[in-house]
C-alpha cells in the first residue's frame, strides 16, 4: 500500500498540484477541523466494513492522485486500497488527521511605509496563527505553534536571525514552542508578566515598549482570555491579538476557571476590548487562530479593527449584557486543555506520539 506523509502532502498542496484528497470520516468529525478543498464522503463505517462498493459514487479524473484521509490513517488505507483496484493512482495520508495537525503553510502581510516583514505561519488544519515579523537582519516570533525549525528555515530564508520570541497568554489548545525556539535560536524568551511559568523569561508589562533597530512592538495588557493575555503593536498599525480578539468573535473567559472566575474574567474581557477599540479604525488585526481550516492560497487571515467592529456586535452592548452574552455562549472545551496548559506552564515538550493525540481536533477558543 502506498502512503504519503504529512511534509509531502503539504509540499503538494502549496504548489498547487492537481490532486484529490479524499474525507472519508463521519461528518461529525469532519465538521470538528479539515484538510481545505478536501472531498467529502461519509463512508467510514462502510469501509470499516470492507463494502466493496463503499466509494462506488467517487468519480474522480483518472489521471490525477487521490489521497485518502482518515483520523487516524488506518480506515483511509482501505480506501486507498479500493481506489487501487479501480486502477486510481490511491495514497493514504500516515497518521490521518491527527498526523495533519501540524501540517502548515504561510501569507505575507505589507505593513504600509515600512520595510517590516510579517510572515503569518498558519497550522492549517488547527487553525493555529503564528508570527514571524522581520527587517534588515533581524526578526521576532509571536507564538510559535509549530516545530522550531519551521521559523528558522523561514527566517534563514529571508537573511534574518530570529532574536526574540514573544507568547501573547498561556495557550490552552496548543503546546507553545517558543521556549523551544528561543533555547535553539539564542534569542530572548518574552512572555507577559505572571506566576503561572516555571522557567525563565524576560516579562513583559502594561504599555512596555519592546524594541531594536528596526523593529518596535508595544505591549497593551488584554486580561479576559486568560489573566495575562497581552496584545502587541507594532509600529502602531497592526495588532498582534492572540486570543484576545478576532475577526468575528473574542476569546472565552472559561478555561481552567470556576462559574465566579468565568465571570470575572468575562467582565475583565469587556474593559480589554475596549481598551482595544480606542486604536485607529484601520488598525490591522492579526489574531493567534482562525476556527476554518487554513487554504494553501497565500491570503492572511487579518482584518481591520473597523471591520471588526461591523462583525462583532456584542460590543456595542451594555457591560451586564456583555457578559451575560458571553456566557451563555462558550462552546465546549478544546480536548486534553488541562494537559497542554500543564505542559505550557512547566515549558516542557513531551514525546512526539503524546504531541499528536494532545493536539489532535480544531482549536475553540473564540466566542462568536
Same mark, same amino acid.
Given at each position: 500500500?502506498?502512503?504519503? #506523509?504529512?511534509?509531502?502532502?503539504?509540499?503538494?498542496?502549496?504548489?498547487?498540484?492537481?490532486?484529490?484528497?479524499?474525507?472519508?470520516?463521519?461528518?461529525?468529525?469532519?465538521?470538528?477541523?479539515?484538510?481545505?478543498?478536501?472531498?467529502?464522503?461519509?463512508?467510514?463505517?462502510?469501509?470499516? *466494513?470492507? #463494502?466493496?462498493?463503499?466509494?462506488?459514487?467517487?468519480?474522480?479524473?483518472?489521471?490525477?492522485?487521490?489521497?485518502?484521509?482518515?483520523?487516524?490513517?488506518?480506515?483511509?488505507?482501505?480506501?486507498?486500497?479500493?481506489?487501487?483496484?479501480?486502477?486510481?493512482? *490511491?495514497?493514504?495520508?500516515? @497518521?490521518?488527521?491527527?498526523?495533519?495537525?501540524?501540517?502548515?503553510?504561510?501569507?505575507?502581510?505589507?505593513?504600509?511605509?515600512?520595510?517590516?516583514?510579517?510572515?503569518?505561519?498558519?497550522?492549517?488544519?488547527?487553525?493555529?496563527?503564528?508570527?514571524?515579523?522581520?527587517?534588515?537582519?533581524?526578526?521576532?516570533?509571536?507564538?510559535?505553534?509549530?516545530?522550531?525549525?519551521?521559523?528558522?528555515?523561514?527566517?534563514?530564508?529571508?537573511?534574518?536571525?530570529?532574536?526574540?520570541?514573544?507568547?501573547?497568554?498561556?495557550?490552552?489548545?496548543?503546546?507553545?514552542?517558543?521556549?523551544?525556539?528561543?533555547?535553539?535560536?539564542?534569542?530572548?524568551?518574552?512572555?507577559?508578566?505572571?506566576?503561572?511559568?516555571?522557567? !525563565?523569561?524576560?516579562?513583559?508589562?502594561?504599555? #512596555?515598549?519592546?524594541?531594536? !533597530?528596526?523593529?518596535?512592538?508595544?505591549?497593551?495588557?488584554?486580561?479576559?482570555?486568560?489573566?495575562?493575555?497581552?496584545?502587541?503593536?507594532?509600529? @502602531?498599525?497592526?495588532?498582534?491579538?492572540?486570543?484576545?480578539?478576532?475577526?468575528?468573535?473574542?476569546?472565552?473567559?472559561?478555561?481552567?476557571?470556576?462559574?465566579?472566575?468565568?465571570?470575572?474574567?468575562?467582565?475583565?474581557?469587556?474593559?480589554?476590548?475596549?481598551?482595544?477599540?480606542?486604536?485607529?479604525?484601520?488598525?490591522?488585526?492579526?489574531? @493567534?487562530?482562525?476556527?476554518?481550516?487554513?487554504?494553501?492560497?497565500?491570503?492572511?487571515?487579518?482584518?481591520?479593527?473597523?471591520?471588526?467592529?461591523?462583525?462583532?456586535?456584542?460590543?456595542? *452592548?451594555?457591560?451586564?449584557?456583555?457578559?451575560?452574552?458571553?456566557?451563555?455562549?462558550?462552546?465546549?472545551?478544546?480536548?486534553?486543555?488541562?494537559?497542554?496548559?500543564?505542559?505550557?506552564?512547566?515549558?516542557?515538550?513531551?514525546?512526539?506520539?503524546?504531541?499528536?493525540?494532545?493536539?489532535?481536533?480544531?482549536?475553540?477558543?473564540?466566542?462568536?
Amino acid at each position: 500500500m502506498r502512503t504519503i #506523509d504529512t511534509e509531502t502532502l503539504r509540499a503538494w498542496l502549496e504548489e498547487d498540484r492537481p490532486i484529490t484528497v479524499l474525507d472519508i470520516r463521519p461528518l461529525a468529525e469532519r465538521a470538528e477541523w479539515a484538510i481545505p478543498g478536501s472531498l467529502h464522503l461519509d463512508t467510514y463505517e462502510a469501509l470499516k *466494513a470492507h #463494502d466493496p462498493e463503499a466509494l462506488s459514487s467517487l468519480a474522480v479524473p483518472p489521471d490525477r492522485p487521490v489521497v485518502t484521509v482518515c483520523g487516524a490513517g488506518k480506515t483511509s488505507q482501505i480506501a486507498a486500497e479500493q481506489l487501487a483496484a479501480r486502477g486510481l493512482q *490511491a495514497y493514504s495520508l500516515e @497518521g490521518g488527521m491527527k498526523a495533519w495537525s501540524v501540517a502548515w503553510n504561510t501569507a505575507e502581510i505589507a505593513v504600509a511605509g515600512s520595510a517590516v516583514q510579517v510572515i503569518q505561519v498558519r497550522r492549517t488544519g488547527k487553525g493555529c496563527l503564528s508570527y514571524l515579523i522581520g527587517a534588515d537582519n533581524e526578526a521576532f516570533v509571536i507564538d510559535a505553534a509549530l516545530d522550531p525549525q519551521v521559523y528558522l528555515d523561514l527566517a534563514r530564508k529571508h537573511g534574518w536571525q530570529v532574536t526574540s520570541v514573544f507568547d501573547t497568554h498561556i495557550h490552552a489548545d496548543h503546546l507553545s514552542r517558543s521556549r523551544q525556539l528561543a533555547e535553539r535560536s539564542g534569542a530572548t524568551l518574552v512572555l507577559p508578566d505572571q506566576q503561572r511559568v516555571s522557567f !525563565h523569561f524576560r516579562a513583559i508589562h502594561d504599555g #512596555d515598549l519592546f524594541e531594536t !533597530h528596526r523593529l518596535r512592538l508595544s505591549a497593551l495588557q488584554t486580561p479576559g482570555h486568560t489573566q495575562e493575555s497581552t496584545c502587541y503593536l507594532l509600529d @502602531g498599525q497592526v495588532l498582534f491579538t492572540g486570543d484576545t480578539l478576532f475577526p468575528t468573535g473574542v476569546g472565552r473567559p472559561d478555561l481552567g476557571a470556576d462559574k465566579r472566575q468565568a465571570q470575572a474574567r468575562a467582565s475583565q474581557l469587556y474593559h480589554s476590548l475596549h481598551k482595544l477599540f480606542a486604536l485607529p479604525a484601520s488598525t490591522l488585526i492579526l489574531p @493567534g487562530h482562525t476556527s476554518q481550516p487554513v487554504p494553501f492560497d497565500g491570503i492572511p487571515i487579518a482584518t481591520t479593527l473597523a471591520e471588526v467592529k461591523e462583525q462583532v456586535k456584542s460590543i456595542y *452592548a451594555s457591560h451586564d449584557q456583555f457578559v451575560q452574552t458571553i456566557l451563555s455562549r462558550i462552546p465546549p472545551p478544546p480536548p486534553h486543555y488541562e494537559q497542554i496548559v500543564q505542559f505550557n506552564e512547566t515549558g516542557l515538550q513531551p514525546e512526539s506520539n503524546v504531541v499528536i493525540d494532545l493536539e489532535a481536533g480544531g482549536n475553540r477558543c473564540a466566542i462568536s
